[in-house]
């Protein structure tokens, strides 16, 4: 019986250590998808009470919410840049905590999906970014860009609707005098039109960039090399 009491004991042991580690592994899981996966937190009282700390301690050092949003997003894409892609995600969602008007939260989200090839996903967060005021072209150029991919998954009738956006996302980019940017923004378009089986653009792109200096993709060049294209 002392036996059994004891195995008894143990299995509920771990049993509660299995469902604390599954317990843990869910909120790590959930940190890792912007906006925390768009739950609602309002009625975890202990997520409101961590929140809550973590705005009032971090408004404190910064002096406001916005400040502080700024501050976490300049340290996410500071992560990002070193290929710390989980502690990234993490700050750029502390960001959006902090002020979920700030675009370049949404910057942040879209980039580390683009990594994930989640591209249909990446374009929404490029979109709200869009829509919160980020309008900087190199942005604009990614943006369209990710459209094009994301087109490409959609049905017919969808995929025409994505393309016709990118390409005039794609002619906002180009409304600079920076001729490294513009180089940037035609390799893009170039991928895109490429993406919309548009050789003939494609091509014309390529060279707009080489004449402000830019490098193309081997990988690009490839691919219309196998299009019978080059």
């Known amino acids: 019986m002392k036996c059994v009491a004891v195995l008894s004991s143990l299995c509920i042991r771990i049993s509660f250590f299995l ?6 592994f869910a909120e790590t899981v959930i940190k890792q998808l912007p906006m925390y996966g768009n739950k609602d937190r309002s009625q975890n009282q202990k997520l409101i009470a961590q929140d809550n700390e973590f705005i009032a301690n971090a ?12 501050g976490y997003v300049e340290r996410g894409f500071n992560h990002y840049s070193n290929n710390k892609f989980d502690k990234s995600m993490s700050l750029f969602n502390q960001a959006w905590l902090l002020n979920p008007e700030n675009p370049y939260v949404y910057l942040g989200f879209g980039l580390l999906l683009n990594k ?3 591209f249909c996903e990446a374009y929404e967060m490029f979109k709200l970014a ?4 980020l309008i900087e072209n ?10 094009s991919q994301c087109a490409i998954l959609k049905t017919e009738s969808e995929r025409q609707v994505l393309y016709t956006l990118s390409n005039n996302l794609h002619e906002m980019a180009t409304q600079t005098s920076n001729k490294r940017l513009l180089a940037y923004i035609y390799h ?3 991928k895109s039109w490429f993406l919309q089986e548009n050789f003939v653009k494609t091509k014309e792109m390529i ?3 080489k004449r402000l200096g830019g490098a193309i993709d ?3 060049l490839k691919a219309l090399r196998e299009k019978k294209q080059l």
Request: glycine residues 6%.
């Open 218 to 220: 081997d990988s690009l």
């Open 116 to 118: 994930e090839e989640r």
């Open 19 to 24: 469902i604390l580690s599954q317990l843990s």
């Open 130 to 133: 869009n829509k919160k005021g």
């Open 59 to 70: 408004t404190r050092t910064f002096g406001t919410r916005e400040h502080a949003s700024e």
């Open 188 to 190: 893009s378009w170039a």
């Open 207 to 209: 060279e707009q960039s």
């Open 138 to 147: 190199g942005f604009l150029a990614d943006y369209a860009y990710t459209t």
